[in-house]
């Protein structure tokens, strides 16, 4: 029962650019700072964003995060076959005093 | 670097009680740690964060089966849960987390690699 919603999947060709979009509400994304979470088969999740747009050392200037409101956004641009994983935002809610996370997209490289 | 390493045993009965532990290869003062878990095919699940201090916050929806603990000597810190069930099983992560207030920024930097805990009999 994720808080946060995000698309299933999205997809693009080699060297596009594609968003994935995360909603959420007032006492989530509306009063804190989101973070976004790179997961590739197999393996743990990587933090990619942090405080809505900020990347830690060794993140591509490739991803990029922005939020409005009640929403928050990832963008990659210059798609290559590595980043074919799964999102995830993650934020916290002030009314459940918990960390969620959205319910994740599948990024497909075509 | 700070690295983390989940350990324990990957099969428990139902009802029975999960223990975890995860070491910290560094300094695991003056930071909060927090457990995730992923069941197969699912998305990420908050389960809490503790602070060195001893202080914690539990998911509202495990909070009655959860204690997490830390034992500084060791450099490592733990995950009970009790009374499990089918539904518990998943992969287990402990990451660093980085929690800022007003507001709150609260993210994991680092992460171990997880370990597959499956509830069964």
């Known amino acids: 029962q994720s808080v946060l919603t995000q698309p299933p999947s999205v997809s693009a060709a080699p060297g596009q650019k594609v968003t994935i979009s995360c909603s959420g509400s007032?006492?989530?994304?509306?009063?804190?700072?989101v973070s976004w979470y790179q997961q590739l088969p197999g393996t743990a999740p990587k933090l990619l964003i942090y405080d809505n747009n900020k990347r830690p050392s060794g993140i591509p200037d490739r991803f990029s995060g922005s939020k409005s409101g009640t929403s928050a956004t990832l963008g990659i641009t210059g798609l290559q076959t590595g980043d074919e994983a799964d999102y995830y935002c993650g934020t916290w809610d002030s009314s459940l005093s918990a960390e969620v996370f959205g319910t994740g997209t599948k990024v497909t490289v075509l | 670097q700070v690295q983390l390493q989940e350990s324990g045993p990957g099969l428990v009965k139902p009802s029975e009680t999960l223990s975890l532990t995860c070491t910290v290869s560094g300094d695991s003062n003056s930071y909060y740690w927090t457990w995730i878990r992923q069941p197969p095919g699912k998305g990420l699940e908050w389960i809490g964060y503790?602070?060195?201090?001893?202080?914690?916050n539990y998911n509202p929806s495990l909070k009655s089966r959860v204690t997490m603990s830390v034992d500084t000597s060791r450099n490592q810190f733990s995950l009970k849960m009790t009374s499990v069930t089918a539904a518990d099983t998943a992969v287990y992560y402990c990451a660093r987390v980085s929690l800022n207030y007003g507001p709150v920024g609260y993210y994991m930097d680092v992460w171990g690699k997880g370990t597959t805990v499956t509830v069964s009999s």
């Open positions: 007032s006492s989530n994304i509306g009063s804190n700072y």
């Open positions: 503790f602070y060195f201090s001893g202080s914690t």
